[in-house]
Every structure is written in structure tokens, then in C-alpha cells.
């Protein structure tokens, strides 16, 4: 059984910086594609990052420039680091494994930009 738990949000005044972290369990990280989603109050869930199992990223593009997804297989752990975070970064940030088609998602950690 595949589990994800992310953690790493929290309170930043505009400008700041977080790293998002998301521990995997199970033996197929290192083979998918691994994403970072993210929900506003109201609003659908969107793709902010994704990175392929060879490591090809592809992101959103108002967070590009300001966003970094990475992985490490070894550690069976995703990470987003965000910077020059905006108000409208606001949201639940979810971490998953294969995307929408495998429906592996973790329970999501909320970021709050604001002053």
C-alpha cells in the first residue's frame, strides 16, 4: 500500500521562502512520476509541479522561476521549494504519486501567504 505524507507548510509573509517534503512508502516511487498539487479555498485542484522518473520537470506556469520540484529515490521523498512566495500561492499543497490517473495522494499541507 502506497502512503504519502507531506509536511513543510506553514505561515510566510510575501517574498518568503518554504520547502515542502513528502515521504513515500511502497516500492514503486522510483518508477512514476511524482507531482505537487495545490487547492485554494473554492478553487479545483491544479498541477503546480511534476517530475518525471528520470527526473524531466514541468511546471505551472506562474510558479516558474520561483519553484523547484525535486526528488530523491533513494529517500523515497519528493520536495518543492518555493520562493518570491505570493498571496495567491495560498493553498492546500498535495503531493502525489502518478497523478490523477493512479489517484495516490497524500492528506496535504496547507501554505499560507500573507502579512
Known amino acids: 500500500q502506497v502512503q504519502l505524507v507531506e509536511s513543510g507548510g506553514g505561515l510566510v509573509q510575501p517574498g518568503g521562502s518554504l520547502r515542502l517534503s513528502c515521504a513515500t512508502s511502497?516500492?514503486?516511487?522510483?518508477?512514476?512520476?511524482m507531482g505537487w498539487y495545490r487547492q485554494a479555498p473554492g478553487k479545483q485542484r491544479k498541477l503546480v509541479a511534476i517530475?518525471?522518473?528520470?527526473?524531466?520537470?514541468n511546471y505551472e506556469e506562474s510558479v516558474k522561476g520561483r519553484v523547484t520540484i525535486s526528488r530523491d529515490n533513494a529517500k523515497k521523498s519528493l520536495y518543492l521549494q518555493m520562493n518570491s512566495l505570493k498571496p495567491e500561492d495560498t493553498a492546500v499543497y498535495y503531493c502525489?504519486?502518478?497523478?490523477?490517473?493512479?489517484?495516490?495522494w497524500g492528506q496535504g499541507t496547507p501554505v499560507t501567504v500573507s502579512s
Open positions: 511502497g516500492s514503486s516511487f522510483r518508477i512514476f512520476p
Open positions: 517530475i518525471t522518473a528520470d527526473g524531466t520537470t
Open positions: 502525489t504519486l502518478g497523478g490523477p490517473a493512479l489517484g495516490y
